[in-house]
């Protein structure tokens, strides 16, 4: 038996959430989010709490349980908080800017990068380092890698896009006999 999809979620205050046959969609001060139940997994809204249950037994839905229930657990963090993703630049002569809603990025290229965020993703610049928020989790994570993805950094030197706290392992450079 699924421990993690047996747990009810709760309901963050100020959050609103409807379930409309196999969609569950929540409300709140971040935004709207919707998720879709796969067939053999049901939710319902109890009081303050979202309970995620299973209709059969099959490997499939046993196996979907925990995931659900954890999707609509981000959900609901999501349009209450929101998740945001830190990124660093390391290097001489890197350096972000926004203008308008297009993040520019000097990177060592022979042009600058120019990122538009997609639709319900803010991106925010502050020195040297670039902010991605918004309340869908899976979005924000994605478009973080992909801004991350322009200039990874290098295991010699240590330059380029860093998420806030990533470890980067060092290699030695070439000895000199």
Known sequence: MSRVGIKPVQIPDGVTVK????VVSAKGPKGELAIGMPVGISAKVDG??????????SQLTRSLHGLNRSLVANM???????YAKDLDLEGVGY????KGKHLILALGLSHPVDF???AGITVSVKGNSVTVSGADKQQVGDVAAR???FRPPEPYKGKGM???GEHIRRKAGKTVA
């Open 116 to 118: 538009e965020p997609p």
């Open 162 to 164: 860093r998420y806030r």
């Open 76 to 82: 609901l963090a999501g349009v209450a908080k929101g």
């Open 147 to 149: 801004i991350r993805l």
């Open 19 to 22: 379930v409309d046959g196999a």
């Open 48 to 57: 303050k709490t979202v309970v995620v249950a299973r209709l059969d037994e």
């Open 95 to 98: 350096k972000a800017e926004m």
